[in-house]
């Protein structure tokens, strides 16, 4: 944790004073509800500490973002609306924008980034109807920034900033303000996502005045952390690039007003990274029943990273859950990592040798561990090369693991923390082998149970070589295995009763064309 923290002068106080005074006057209900603020009983349990989560996910848009634009385009003055607005967003700000351009009846138009999600990029057009034209340009929030403000110069319409302007910090305060009311007991700390600190300093300022004891902290993506940057070296840091899982908080660089609000007001920032995400995004989910975006998650992963290098405190401990705009086509991606990120999944390369009872042996030392994954191709004709994802309950599991496989004599890598593996690798074992004599190709299916892949495995023909096999837990009701059998041809005819032994449904895939085309001698 990096603390940030500085002290304030008088005039600081000043301008916390007028801060305060126009988040207090901030007009956000004509759009936004008071989110609730609920308790989270198995994390507070898990975690042991109360935990509790800001559902601004909840909100018309599905984020806090309309608060602030909200609150700053219903200032315009009638010469400002008949001109219009101009915005630039990854999808949140847009969408709130959009809103209260269809609102308020100003015209609005928005440019987003062309790696904005499809869902967000529909959404803006859902709630802005005729009153919004969308312009996609650039990678990032930056890069779209720079379009609109060359859009702005031609046209002559007000930029509504996603965060870099008072009456936008104004509205995001609000959220600040319901937490305090909501919760007026104990309060240790309050956990605040960050991309151009919008949402950070209208909170931090408004708790600082009025709960000043409460720590602010703030939250960012580890491969978009222009804030953190920022506050370690004391002035504003432009990143040359930002990475785009946790796409609402991808900003190149802060605002300069931000900045400025959450050097003076910020008890301390934290960096986590893609895996701590998606494990948060699952505990949400396992709290809620809703389904957060990355962004949304950053505040409840960095509670917990605080959590686990502070320990027990006193008081509660607040993450605003900052939106819910999550692409469908993600789900699997942080299911998958969720998994590692929670240190629920290991992940191993392991060589046995090529030799009759290795592959039995490698069986027994897995034990009754849920198997997430098992990925083999025979190509070395004195050694097998298995990747497995193995359900584990803590590090030390994990490390026992390791620690069993070499009691077998088995060279073993730990590839749970790379990401070379996690990403690729993994996808990538199989091809063409020459060794692959006499292989028969079966995809099989089997109820998805504890135990079941390693009850297969232990089925399989002493005398026969497997010489493919693909398994992956995907959560379904069953388990679907590709495994590639070497039968030499005086053996064919014992197959039926060797696969109505195993009583699995089995179907012959040795004539498939892919199989022919790929993976085939």
């Keep these: 944790m990096n603390a940030v923290a500085a002290p304030a002068s008088d005039d600081d106080a000043l301008a916390a004073d007028d801060l305060?005074?126009?988040?207090?006057?901030?007009?956000?209900?004509?759009?936004?509800?008071?989110?609730?603020?609920?308790?989270?009983?198995?994390?507070?349990?898990?975690?042991?500490?109360?935990?509790?989560?800001?559902?601004?996910?909840?909100?018309?848009?599905?984020?806090?973002?309309?608060?602030?634009?909200?609150?700053?385009?219903?200032?315009?003055?009638?010469?400002q609306r008949a001109r219009g607005?101009?915005?630039?967003?990854?999808?949140?700000?847009?969408?709130?924008?959009?809103?209260?351009?269809?609102?308020?009846?100003?015209?609005?138009?928005?440019?987003?980034?062309?790696?904005a999600p499809q869902v967000k990029v529909d959404a803006v057009r859902r709630f802005g109807g005729a009153m919004v034209q969308i312009v996609l340009a650039g990678d990032s929030y930056s890069d779209a920034q720079a379009k609109a403000t060359r859009l702005q110069g031609e046209r002559g319409a007000t930029f509504v900033h996603p965060f870099d302007d008072p009456a936008v910090i104004a509205g995001q305060g609000t959220v600040a303000l319901e937490i305090l009311r909501q919760h007026p007991g104990p309060l240790h700390a309050v956990f605040v996502p960050v991309g151009g600190g919008g949402l950070l300093a209208g909170v931090a300022a408004c708790i600082k005045a009025l709960r000043p004891q409460v720590q602010v902290i703030g939250v960012q993506a580890a491969d978009a952390d222009a804030m953190v940057r920022s506050l370690e070296n004391g002035t504003r840091v432009a990143l040359d690039e930002v990475g785009l899982f946790a796409d609402g908080t991808a900003v190149k660089q802060v605002g300069a007003l931000t900045f400025a609000l959450c050097k003076q007001h910020v008890d301390a920032m934290l960096r986590v990274d893609t895996d701590a995400i998606c494990a948060a995004i699952r505990d949400i989910y396992q709290e809620t029943r809703s389904v957060p975006e990355p962004s949304g998650a950053l505040a409840l992963a960095g509670l917990k990273q605080y959590v686990a290098t502070h320990g027990d405190g006193s008081g509660a401990l607040i993450a605003i859950v900052s939106g819910a705009n999550m692409n469908f086509d993600r789900l699997r991606f942080v299911a998958e990592r969720a998994e590692v990120g929670e240190q629920r999944e290991?992940?191993?390369?392991?060589?046995?040798?090529?030799?009759?009872?290795?592959?039995?042996?490698?069986?027994?030392?897995?034990?009754?561990?849920?198997?997430?994954?098992?990925?083999?191709?025979?190509?070395?004709?004195?050694?097998?090369?298995?990747?497995?994802?193995?359900?584990?309950?803590?590090?030390?599991?994990r490390e026992a693991l390791v620690n069993a496989f070499r009691e077998q004599v088995f060279d073993v890598l730990d590839l749970t923390d790379d990401e070379l593996a996690k990403l690729h690798l993994r996808h990538m074992l199989g091809g063409r082998s020459s060794l692959a004599q006499h292989e028969r190709l079966y995809r099989f299916e089997f109820p998805e149970r504890p135990g079941a892949l390693t009850h297969f495995l232990g089925q399989?023909?002493?005398?026969?070589?497997?010489?493919?096999?693909?398994?992956?837990?995907?959560?379904?009701?069953?388990?679907?295995i590709l495994v590639g059998i070497q039968v030499p041809p005086d053996e064919h005819a014992l197959l039926p009763s060797f696969l109505a032994a195993l009583g699995y449904p089995h179907w012959d895939e040795s004539d498939h064309p892919a199989y022919r085309l790929l993976l085939r001698q």
């Design 460 to 480: 399989l023909h002493p005398d026969w070589n497997i010489s493919l096999f693909h398994y992956r837990n995907h959560g379904a009701d069953y388990g679907r």
């Design 20 to 79: 305060l005074a126009q988040i207090r006057a901030a007009r956000v209900y004509d759009v936004a509800h008071e989110s609730a603020l609920e308790c989270a009983p198995l994390l507070s349990a898990r975690l042991g500490q109360p935990v509790m989560l800001k559902r601004e996910d909840q909100q018309a848009v599905f984020s806090f973002k309309l608060r602030g634009a909200y609150n700053r385009m219903v200032q315009l003055d009638p010469a």
């Design 346 to 397: 290991a992940v191993f390369a392991v060589t046995i040798p090529e030799e009759r009872g290795s592959f039995r042996r490698f069986c027994t030392t897995l034990g009754r561990h849920s198997i997430t994954e098992f990925n083999y191709r025979i190509g070395d004709a004195s050694s097998a090369h298995i990747f497995v994802g193995v359900q584990i309950a803590s590090r030390d599991e």
């Design 85 to 115: 607005v101009i915005a630039a967003s990854a999808g949140n700000h847009a969408q709130g924008v959009a809103l209260a351009a269809a609102k308020l009846g100003i015209h609005a138009t928005i440019v987003m980034p062309v790696t």
